[in-house]
């Protein structure tokens, strides 16, 4: 298989432009929740005010152990005001943890372990009930019961960029 067919298959045709990043490369987990950013700050992307479909790609590196009951979950934010205040809608993408964890927090959730270092592909748009947010941004957060132990030993590695259709 030649380089170039496993750098396809790798990247699964997702089309990479670095003005479309949410979350930069991480060398080191991501110990609080918030919103995604790389070493120059914030990451927000300016769909133009009109109609976006893109894809999410996340490339989860790595993740700490997780106290029982506790899930990482990864949402889409959207804004009329590049500063995020309100109002934010926020669009779950993804819940991060083993199934055990995630049938406990989600009454019933996914089977299939998505714990460990993978990339998801997450189809997405900028339209929440008609409305068209311009803003765009990745948010991490836990999720569970309490107590859900400190975010420094639960970190969150990982990567995301949308891949505009």
């Excluded at 070493?39 to 989860?60: K, M, P």
Aim: hydrophobic share 40%; net charge negative.
């Amino acid at each position: 298989m030649t380089e170039a067919v496993k750098n396809a298959l790798a990247n699964r045709g997702k089309l990479f432009d670095a003005n479309c990043v949410l979350k930069g490369a991480a060398t080191t987990k991501n110990e609080t929740s918030g919103a995604g950013s790389d070493s120059t700050g914030a990451l927000i992307f300016d769909t133009g005010g009109g109609y976006t479909e893109a894809v999410c790609v996340i490339d989860v590196n790595s993740m700490g152990t997780l106290a029982s009951g506790v899930i990482w979950g990864l949402n889409l934010q959207g804004s009329n005001d590049s500063a995020f205040a309100t109002p934010v809608v926020e669009w779950k993408m993804i819940q991060i943890g083993t199934a055990a964890q995630r049938a406990f927090v989600c009454l019933g959730g996914p089977t299939r372990d998505n714990a460990a270092a993978a990339r998801h592909i997450i189809p997405i748009s900028n339209d929440w009930g008609g409305d068209l947010y311009r803003y765009l941004r990745i948010y991490a957060q836990t999720y569970g019961v309490s107590p859900q132990g400190t975010l420094a030993t639960i970190g969150l590695n990982y990567e995301a960029y949308l891949s505009v259709n």
